[in-house]
């Protein structure tokens, strides 16, 4: 079982800037792929932004320039720094862990986000 922490989200104006973290509960943190998600008030999750154990990244084409994910394995930590905000990216935010061999997969309880003037 892996324990996934939130945090960093807030309420920011348009054009601002966010970071968030995500940490986790378990000494094996660089085998998994972590992944950022998010759930804007009356529609689907969707996927912002994932990055492999060795830091490969990809990202949502809505996000792209403007967000950055990366990883910290000495941490257990993910980030994700999001720049140029705008008040569609409002959402709870969410971070993921999944060990694609097993297909096993991890939810943190998520962060809200909330850009607006």
Known sequence: QVQLVESGGGLVQPGGSLRLSCAASTSAFSIYTMGWYRQAPGKQRELVATITGIGSPMYADSVKGRFTISRDNAKNTVYLQMNSLKPEDTAVYYCRAD????????????????VSS
């Open 99 to 114: 060990f694609a061999p097993t297909g096993m997969n991890y939810w943190g309880k998520g962060t809200l986000v909330t």
